[in-house]
């Protein structure tokens, strides 16, 4: 540890800061914060299929959480569960004709703000955030 320097502090605060921007992309009122970030990644994987396991790896979620996300989402209009033909317990997840006319304001505000949190930060700073971020989340 710095000294004198939590670096699970700046996390949080970070955290907290993305998640009030992220919160105000969606503040048009048509979905959340939580699900303006669900639906930036559906919206960006139209051309592959998209299941609750999905969505839990890439958030990691728990299943309980991702699956009251989903059924919110759903009643919102936003997105709907479909069976697949090969296997009858999996239901895919699709976005909704809603969802898809805002597609370019979704995709386009997510990579706003991520142009604006990255500025100034060189490639090789970010590669280098990256490595480490995802070893503190293996050491967690």
């Known amino acids: 540890m710095i000294k004198n320097e939590h670096i699970s502090r700046y996390i949080g605060i970070l955290a907290n800061r993305l998640r009030r921007e992220i919160d105000a992309l969606a503040s048009c009122g048509e979905y959340s914060g939580a699900e303006g970030k669900i639906l930036h990644f559906i919206l960006a994987h139209t051309d592959s299929e998209i299941f609750q396991k999905d969505l839990e790896e890439e958030f990691g979620m728990r299943p309980s959480s991702a699956s009251a996300l989903i059924k919110k989402m759903e009643q919102n209009g936003l997105i709907t569960r479909e069976p697949v033909p090969y296997d009858g317990r999996f239901k895919r997840i ?47």
Request: aromatic fraction near 2%; avoid cysteine.
């Open 94 to 140: 699709v976005p909704s004709e809603k969802a898809l006319q805002n597609k370019e304001n979704v995709l386009h505000g997510v990579q706003a703000l991520e142009s604006r949190l990255l500025d100034g930060i060189s490639k090789e700073q970010q590669e280098q955030w990256l490595a480490i971020t995802k070893k503190m989340i293996q050491n967690l």
